[in-house]
């Protein structure tokens, strides 16, 4: 079958830097992509990977491995309004979005 | 203006009741999708559309039903509620099938 797995909720100090997980299975493969979403809001776009390698945009990295079925996204300097759930999901052969459940990243002070 | 806009934003609605979730995008993106969102699960497709009156199911279809006859519109009806159906209901739209999906702000329903 098909699955998406992150962690469930993470815990960062203002400042820090932080790495969210991602593994998926699918079948075939098109694309990973990241979201990120505040409580109550909708989902925004962050990333998106198709190839293997790091890709940079600002403060948020994401990185993809498509041998390991792996990715994460990188959050540094981490400001208090990074606190959302950060979505992760693979696109399979047929061009559908496979979503992970989120991790809920919460940043202290 | 411009965006990805969905009415209402909130709805309490009664089991066997129809209702219908409305979609409107101004950027003239072919893809529309409609997504639900529940606690503990990823956002589950529900049924997407490729093209005016182009729809395909999702992952959870049953209990639903959609139309695109523009392509700036893709409401999504409910025949009739019920309370599994209670959830956060989002609009998508995207311009080609793998390029970054635009989310609207999303509906809550409740079936009472």
């Known amino acids: 079958g098909q699955n998406i797995d992150q962690p469930t909720e993470m815990t960062a100090t203002e400042g820090a830097i932080v790495q969210i997980n991602c593994t998926y299975q699918?079948?075939?493969?098109?694309?990973l992509f990241w979201y990120q979403q505040h409580a109550g809001e909708a989902p925004t776009f962050l990333s998106y990977?198709?190839l293997d390698g790091l890709e940079e945009k600002g403060r948020f990295s994401s990185f993809l491995s498509r041998s390991k079925g792996y990715s994460y996204l990188l959050l540094k300097e981490l400001q208090m309004k990074d606190s959302a759930s950060y979505l992760c999901?693979?696109?399979?052969?047929?061009?559908?979005?496979?979503w992970g459940a989120g991790t809920k990243l919460i940043i202290k002070p | 203006d411009a965006g990805i806009t969905q009415s209402p934003r909130y709805k309490i609605t009664e089991t066997g009741r129809q209702v219908t979730l409305m979609c409107h995008q101004t950027?003239?993106?072919?893809?529309m999708f409609w997504y639900r969102q529940d606690l503990g699960h990823g956002l589950r497709l529900i049924y997407y559309s490729a093209a005016a009156d182009i729809t395909d199911k999702g992952e959870v279809p049953d209990g639903y039903v959609v139309s695109r006859s523009k392509t700036e519109n893709f409401p999504l009806t409910l025949e009739s509620a019920t309370r599994s159906q209670t959830s956060v209901y989002f609009c998508?739209?995207?311009?080609?099938?793998?390029?970054?999906?635009?989310f609207g702000q999303g509906t809550r329903l409740t079936v009472v």
């Open positions: 990977n198709v």
């Open positions: 699918t079948s075939g493969f098109n694309g």
């Open positions: 998508a739209s995207a311009r080609t099938e793998n390029t970054e999906a635009f």
């Open positions: 950027w003239s993106h072919s893809y």
């Open positions: 999901a693979a696109m399979d052969s047929n061009y559908q979005l496979i």
